[in-house]
């Protein structure tokens, strides 16, 4: 099974929240729609600003926890590096 490493965040420069799914598409709308109660409802994280693929599932929940433990510039570097501009990428998924 695939898994998708996606980070999350509220605005340029806002909020991040990192999370691993197997169905980036159906995650990013229970984000969207406010379905996931937890932190990104509570702050309003909802622009997905970067994400990886990964052929399979424990893959993904590895770097999920790898970037978890990074701190918040690295973050911001790795999502700079393929996204700049901190554009919402959702639409290229839905």
């Known amino acids: 099974m695939t898994g998708y490493v996606y980070i999350l965040a509220s605005q340029k420069l806002g909020t991040l ?5 197997s169905d980036i598409g159906r995650r990013i709308w229970e984000h969207r729609d406010g379905l996931v109660d937890g932190f990104t409802k509570q702050y309003d994280v909802k622009m997905l600003v970067y994400y ?4 399979r599932i424990d893959d993904a929940i590895f770097r999920d926890k790898q970037l978890k433990k990074w701190n918040r510039q690295w973050k911001i570097n790795l999502i700079e590096a393929s996204n700049p501009d901190w554009n919402d990428l959702s639409s290229t998924l839905l």
Do not use: A, K, Q, R
């Not at 929240?17 to 799914?21: K, M, N, P």
């Not at 990886?52 to 052929?55: C, K, N, R, T, V």
């Open 17 to 21: 929240y990192i999370g691993v799914t």
């Open 52 to 55: 990886e693929l990964f052929d």
